[in-house]
């Protein structure tokens, strides 16, 4: 159960309010509801809630911009759940601080999923300088990598590119994205630049580099590192 994780649903729509207020309370999360993005922000600071679910088409404030006004000191994940499914709303979602994007309408198991995923991914990364997957080592610290103990060739800008990666394990990290974290905003439209970075770095890290099973690919939005 998870009695002690709280979730701020924010939508204006009743019946999917009751419908994530059923399913996220069977699973043991306390619900906490605002139905637009003035009342969303003052609920998010009282509550200080586990995890936000934010529908992108409120009455008051479009959701993107309560996103954007959230990110300013929410530092929780935040699951876009929207009817606007369009690659441009997804990347600027994504890019504005989400930490996933589902369309409505939605299965209620795979919003599970991702839910229980933002949460452990957060709670993995929090205060850690060591990160684990698989046979994979990642020290923050000393800026090593090391497959089945065994320390791996890594320039410091494939390490920057897998660390950012791994921190946000699970979260979708657009090209945009990625390219300003690493080199700065005059890059943000290289992304051949780096399809090249990403593509020697599963030449390194993955068993089969044609199949890779960490640093998958989002076809037209960027990369995620799996969960």
């Given at each position: 159960?998870?009695e002690?994780?709280?979730?701020l649903?924010?939508?204006?729509?009743?019946?999917i309010?009751?419908?994530?207020?059923?399913?996220?309370s069977?699973?043991?999360?306390?619900?906490?509801?605002?139905?637009?993005?003035?009342?969303?922000?003052?609920?998010?600071?009282t509550?200080?809630p586990?995890?936000?679910?934010?529908?992108?088409?409120?009455?008051?404030?479009?959701?993107?911009?309560?996103?954007?006004?959230?990110?300013?000191?929410?530092t929780k994940?935040?699951?876009?759940l929207?009817?606007r499914?369009?690659?441009d709303e997804?990347?600027?979602?994504?890019?504005?601080?989400?930490?996933d994007?589902?369309?409505?309408?939605f299965?209620?198991?795979?919003?599970?999923a991702?839910i229980?995923?933002a949460?452990?991914?957060?709670e993995?990364t929090?205060e850690?300088?060591?990160?684990?997957?698989?046979s994979?080592?990642?020290d923050?610290q000393?800026h090593t990598v090391k497959?089945?103990?065994?320390l791996?060739?890594l320039?410091?800008?494939?390490?920057?590119?897998?660390?950012?990666l791994?921190k946000?394990?699970?979260?979708?990290?657009?090209?945009?994205?990625i390219?300003?974290?690493i080199?700065?905003h005059?890059?943000?439209n290289?992304?051949?630049?780096?399809?090249?970075f990403?593509a020697?770095l599963r030449?390194?890290?993955?068993?089969?580099?044609?199949k890779?099973t960490?640093?998958?690919?989002?076809?037209?939005?960027g990369?995620?590192?799996?969960?």
């Amino acid at each position: 159960m998870n009695e002690n994780e709280k979730i701020l649903i924010i939508d204006d729509e009743l019946q999917i309010r009751r419908l994530l207020e059923i399913t996220l309370s069977a699973s043991g999360y306390k619900i906490i509801q605002s139905v637009n993005g003035k009342e969303a922000l003052v609920d998010a600071a009282t509550h200080n809630p586990s995890l936000i679910i934010l529908d992108l088409g409120l009455p008051d404030i479009d959701g993107q911009d309560i996103l954007k006004k959230l990110r300013e000191w929410f530092t929780k994940p935040i699951i876009i759940l929207s009817v606007r499914d369009s690659e441009d709303e997804i990347i600027n979602a994504l890019d504005n601080g989400a930490n996933d994007y589902l369309t409505k309408p939605f299965r209620s198991g795979e919003l599970l999923a991702r839910i229980r995923a933002a949460i452990r991914s957060i709670e993995n990364t929090s205060e850690t300088a060591t990160l684990s997957f698989e046979s994979i080592t990642i020290d923050l610290q000393s800026h090593t990598v090391k497959k089945n103990n065994e320390l791996l060739k890594l320039t410091a800008t494939e390490f920057s590119i897998l660390s950012l990666l791994a921190k946000n394990r699970g979260r979708v990290l657009t090209h945009q994205y990625i390219l300003k974290e690493i080199w700065g905003h005059g890059y943000s439209n290289q992304t051949q630049y780096l399809r090249v970075f990403v593509a020697q770095l599963r030449k390194k890290i993955e068993d089969n580099p044609s199949k890779p099973t960490l640093l998958i690919t989002e076809s037209g939005i960027g990369y995620r590192f799996a969960e």
